[in-house]
């Protein structure tokens, strides 16, 4: 008889794991609390997928040889607890695909700069030839394109909530950009057990596999310091310069040094810009050398690399006003880099659904460049409290269109409007691509 397959959730990740699933000829049944989007019920369809919406039906769920649990899905969920009672496996939907493929895996996690490092190294490789696929919490689901593909290496961005799920995978490189407090909501409010999920990235790799990690984070330095076994390390750093690594050199010159060969650019030659984009060049030179690419390849990708949506990304000027989108930065250590990288006066537009957030980290650069606050979130009362003594015009709003409209008012030319919430999206919007998407037409509508 086939093992039973219970998939949690119905968007991307348990979608692209059902398909998988059934492609394996498991005995696959979907459950969703929420209505399923028509994309994903119409691709459920075409391969014969049995499922459930806005419901769990325990008789239905229940009798699994194992459950798949989509990431949004958090631990205290009542359905979570019954499939621990009844000592059912839960595992995450990387956990799964990976028992279907032996591609290489470059797996990617980190606070922040995830997505763009992961794009950036897929960029890398492509550019160098590779079978490569970029997947997991960008683009479509690693079980959907294991299911439908078949590279030899695939880019990984993931997320901690995915390492949760994690059992027997394993990365042969792993990258950890960064550990800052993030979804402390779902940790419960404990910064040490989100730590330990971020390090599970490093679960089960050898010592012939490698780990590329920032220096010059305090957390990393120091849990990686006392790491007894496990990957060979490769750090980067702003401060420090290695033997075998990355660094910046005079604040001008990044330079990698990898398999006795070395990678000389000037600073200005990225096409990221501010220090944390200069940490996540580092990071994907160091995993395209690993891959033994050519240093010629991995200067030009650094140098012609096309960022992410809502990251940084500029809308353009109204009337000498700039507006930037940087909707992706969903928690404080994100738009703390973006306030960083400007150098303008900024209307800095703020707010969402607060995760437990420390504002105090952004009191200096508000001091220094933030002329006024437009608040966009259904409770902005921590925004207020915390800044009404720095920024004498905080604003309120409900919409997109209203912030920016808001903002364009109490700029003058050469400011920037900066959209960088510090926050989730989810009281507002569906997530941080309507967010930004949302913006963007309101900014085009002025």
Not at 105 to 116: A, D, E, L
Not at 353 to 359: A, E, H, I, L, S
Request: glycine content about 6%.
């Amino acid at each position: 008889m086939a093992k039973r397959i219970v998939i949690l959730g119905a968007a991307e990740s348990g979608t692209g794991a059902a398909i998988l699933a059934a492609k394996n000829n498991l005995d696959v049944f979907v459950s969703d609390l929420n209505p399923i989007k028509k994309q994903y019920k119409n691709a459920l369809k075409n391969h014969d997928i049995q499922w459930e919406e806005a419901q769990h039906s325990n008789e239905l769920i229940l009798n699994a040889d194992e459950v798949v649990k989509s990431p949004g899905i958090p631990d205290k969920a009542p359905i979570i607890k019954a499939l621990r009672e009844n000592n059912i496996p839960v595992i995450s939907e990387i956990e799964f695909a990976a028992r279907y493929t032996d591609a290489k895996r470059i797996c990617i996690t980190g606070s922040n700069g995830k997505t763009t490092t992961t794009l950036l190294t897929g960029h890398i490789l492509k550019k160098a030839g590779l079978n490569v696929k970029v997947a997991g919490n960008v683009g479509k689901s690693f079980a959907w394109q294991v299911a439908t593909q078949n590279p030899d290496v695939y880019v990984l961005e993931i997320s901690s909530f995915q390492l949760d799920g994690m059992i027997d995978f394993r990365a042969d490189i792993s990258v950890l950009l960064n550990i800052t407090p993030d979804h402390l909501d779902r940790y419960d409010h404990d910064f040490e057990k989100y730590v330990q999920s971020k390090l599970r990235i490093l679960q089960n790799q050898r010592q012939t596999d490698y780990c590329i990690y920032c220096y010059d984070d305090p957390v990393l330095k120091k849990r990686l310091s006392s790491l007894d076994g496990g990957p060979r390390l490769i750090p980067f750093s702003l401060k420090e310069r290695f033997k075998e690594g990355a660094w910046l050199e005079n604040e001008k010159k990044l330079r990698i040094n990898i398999k006795t060969e070395e990678i000389n650019m000037d600073i200005h030659e990225l096409a990221l810009i501010g220090k944390h984009n200069i940490y996540n060049s580092m990071a994907g030179g160091i995993a395209a050398r690993l891959m033994d690419l050519r240093k010629e390849v991995i200067k030009e990708s650094l140098s012609d690399f096309q960022n992410v949506d809502h990251r940084l990304e500029s809308l353009g000027s109204v009337r000498g006003i700039e507006f930037i989108n940087d909707s992706k930065a969903t928690n404080v250590n994100a738009t703390w880099y973006a306030l960083e990288t400007m150098n303008r006066p900024v209307i800095w537009i703020a707010g969402g659904q607060d995760k437990g957030n420390d504002y105090f980290m952004l009191e200096n650069l508000v001091k220094n460049k933030v002329k006024a606050i437009i608040c966009l979130g259904e409770d902005n009362e921590r925004i207020k409290k915390i800044f009404s003594g720095i920024v004498n015009t905080i604003i309120e709003t409900r919409s997109a269109k209203d912030a920016a409209k808001a903002a364009y008012l109490c700029a003058d030319k050469e400011d920037v409007v900066l959209l960088s919430p510090a926050c989730a999206s989810f009281d507002l919007f569906e997530n941080f691509e309507d967010r930004g998407n949302q913006f963007k037409k309101a900014v085009y509508d002025l």
